[in-house]
């Protein structure tokens, strides 16, 4: 056996002690780490979607009565609960219902407009070119790249197999 | 293994003791309200203290920490012969531009939250070399610059899982002399990386807990002393699941940390502050060391200190490219002589 294959064999032992180390600290991680309360969580983001939700639907139903086509109802409806969702971001209480709600106030359009509002108030101090408008969009980025791309190939696709 | 004042694997035994001259810790409201208010020498009333912006209240804070403490010593910044002092954001701005400010011969540093124990060390080793008479050690950090920096905008509505810490808003001073009324820092023992693959940016604590074993351990076996020597031994911040997880490791290495082991990141926040696993940052162990531990010291609780400063060494960048967060922890000996 020359040296090259000693040393080989001695880096291949190496990480392999190494890899089972790491996995026994992982183990030891796992045990002591706080169990998450899925429950309480589930619940929680059940009721607080729920309700943003139920209180969007009233307020289409009450555009509806009013005299709106349901189009427009729908869009007015998604533009009140984006104001809503920045009005509330902006005084600082959205993201007390965030820690309570988790994905229940993520999920719905409000949430989607805390992702855009609170990064654009807290780069303000970088200006708004450099700081609001560059940095808007670090959060919901992700979400509009891929919405738009989704949309496009399903449109593609519709279109081939009309 | 060289060096006259080294002893064992990789513990500086100062020949001269350097000594604490005087400290100073400045903290935010959330510190201010949490189990050791009575102690901090400043509580300011908001995060901003009157900047436009948090990063430029950090910077404030770390210069008036560092002024703070050379006026307790009743001398004057030209008497201070270097300073070394780091932070958490990028390019430590908060460093330079308190250096800016406080114009002495400057090192800056990163050793994320280990940062005080390194400048410690460092100021050690100058004194003690014979290379200055008095030299500063100073470290700041704040709640919401870290989170722009390594988290998410502070407004957003996620919510934080229980392993995450909370950075602590605030800044530490101490400054180190030939003399003085103590406590004297007598070894130094100082930290290898140390990485068990733990992904988890907001499980810091178990991504530090095997570095934080390690330097205990091999400061024991260089020194040939067990942990009871110690009155305290006392990490960062490894906050309550990383010191749950140094406290095992070191049990499997036959060393019982359970009599005499806490953890800055737990004895600066109270339960009820809701902060999750405890308190983090550089700040967390420079506030607590600066005020609570070596008031303690000199009021005759603890004669003997086994300090140890904790870092996650990551970037979000880092993070995002899927690496895992390495750890390193430096020791620092306390002791009332």
């Known amino acids: ?95 007390n219902l965030g820690k309570f709600a988790g994905a229940g106030s993520i999920v719905p359009i409000t949430g989607f407009a805390n992702s855009i509002v609170s990064p654009a108030l807290e780069f303000k101090r970088e200006g708004f070119v450099y700081g609001v408008a560059a940095k808007m969009f670090t959060i919901a980025g992700p979400v509009l790249v891929y919405g738009f791309l989704i949309s496009v190939i399903i449109g593609l696709i519709a279109f081939i197999f009309q | 293994m060289g060096g006259t004042k080294r002893i064992g694997q990789r513990t500086i035994q100062f020949a001269d003791p350097p000594s604490v001259v005087a400290t100073a810790s400045i903290v935010g409201p959330k510190e201010g309200e949490g189990p050791l208010a009575d102690s901090f020498d400043k509580i300011i009333q908001d995060t901003y203290y009157g900047e436009k912006s948090w990063e430029k209240a950090e910077t404030k804070m770390l210069a008036e920490a560092v002024n703070m403490s050379i006026k307790k ?132 604590g178990s991504a530090m807990a095997p570095a934080a074993t390690d330097t205990i351990i091999t400061h024991l076996q260089d020194t040939g002393r067990s942990p009871d020597y110690y009155d305290l031994i006392v990490t960062g911040d490894l906050a309550h699941i990383g010191k749950a997880l140094t406290e095992q490791l070191a049990q499997q290495q036959n060393i019982d940390l359970s009599n005499n082991y806490t953890d800055c990141g737990v004895l600066i926040y109270d339960p009820s502050q809701d902060v999750h696993a405890g308190g983090s940052g550089c700040a967390c162990s420079a506030v607590v060391t600066c005020s609570y531990l070596l008031e303690e010291m000199i009021a005759g609780k603890y004669k003997r200190i086994l300090g140890l400063g904790t870092g996650a060494l990551m970037s979000p960048l880092s993070s995002q490219q899927g690496e895992s967060i390495p750890g390193i922890g430096h020791a620092v000996v306390f002791e009332m002589m």
């Open chain 2, 73 to 204: 010593a009743g001398l004057t910044p030209g008497d201070v012969d270097y300073l070394f002092a780091g932070d958490l954001l990028n390019q430590t701005i908060s460093a330079n531009y308190a250096a800016r400010q406080l114009s002495m011969p400057f090192f800056g540093l990163y050793g994320a939250c280990s940062t005080m124990y390194e400048g410690i060390t460092l100021a050690a080793i100058l004194i003690d070399g014979g290379y200055a008479d008095r030299v500063a050690a100073a470290t700041s950090s704040h709640h919401d610059t870290a989170e722009r920096q390594y988290r998410y905008p502070t407004e957003l509505g996620t919510q934080r899982p229980m392993t995450a810490q909370w950075t602590v808003t605030g800044a530490g001073a101490i400054l180190l002399g030939k003399s003085g009324p103590g406590p004297k820092i007598t070894h130094a023992t100082v930290g290898k990386v140390i990485d068990q693959g733990v992904k988890d940016p907001s499980d810091m």
């Open chain 1, 1 to 95: 056996m020359g040296t090259n294959e000693g040393g080989l064999l001695d880096k291949q032992f190496q990480k392999a002690k190494q890899q089972a180390e790491q996995q026994k600290y992982q183990q030891m991680v796992q045990s002591v780490k706080p169990k998450q309360t899925w429950l309480k969580n589930a619940i929680a983001a059940f009721v607080v979607g729920g309700a943003i939700t139920a209180f969007a639907q009233v307020i289409q139903n009450i555009l509806q009565a009013v005299g709106l086509a349901q189009k427009e109802a729908g869009t007015t409806t998604l533009v009140i609960m984006v104001f809503l969702g920045a009005f509330f971001t902006g005084l600082g209480i959205y993201d």
